[in-house]
């Protein structure tokens, strides 16, 4: 059963948005929620077949996403889904639906959720960071194996780690993410573009609510 990608994005926007109900409000600041998504490789293939994917050709079919995720799964949540028509065609059989795991949520964060005025998307890959740092160093060389990353060091360098599990994975967030901080700290763009994050999703642009001149979606 194919899956609706409306549906998988609209379920992971969703979570990101109840991120931002965290958010202690802040006057002048956003509220903003963000999820950090590691597809499964069916995923990855359906959504190349659409047509609707500007691939760079690391989507292809000896990508061993398969491998990153039975590596990774015991550690983060599984995010399970059906199709629409699927629910409905269970619902006509009177039968429990196939519901099917998409993939892992890697991390969720959201505005100020770390301390200082921090972000939700930075404060997503922080938080990926750190976890991945607190993996153990067997599972650590495991994933820069299944990525075909090469790594000399025989302790496992927790940023390339990092590095490898976000190239690919999908951010989502409740809005674009900023290009320009009036307080000097780095952009949440400048902190995606640092990443090798696969894709981002979001909900609204920056400008839509602010009125800036925001320019992350056009960074991208
Ligand atoms: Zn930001």
Known sequence: MSLDFQDLHATLLNLALAESYKCVPSPGAFSVGSVIFLPRSPVTKQLDASGNS?????EDASDPLDELYALLESFFPTLRLASTAELEQAAGRQEEPNIEVQGLILSAS????????THAEANALTLLEQKISSL???LQHS????TGVQSEDP???????YQAILSRAWMYATMEPCSRRTSGLRSCTDAILASSLKRVYIVSNES?????????????
Do not use: K, M
């Open 136 to 138: 153990p160093a067997q």
């Open 155 to 161: 302790g496992a360098s927790p940023g390339a780690v």
């Open 110 to 117: 959201y505005s100020r959720a770390l301390e200082g005025n």
């Open 54 to 58: 500007r691939t760079d050709g690391t």
């Open 208 to 220: 839509f609510h602010a009125g800036r001149d925001s320019h992350g979606i056009s960074d991208f």
């Open 143 to 146: 994933v820069l194996a299944a």
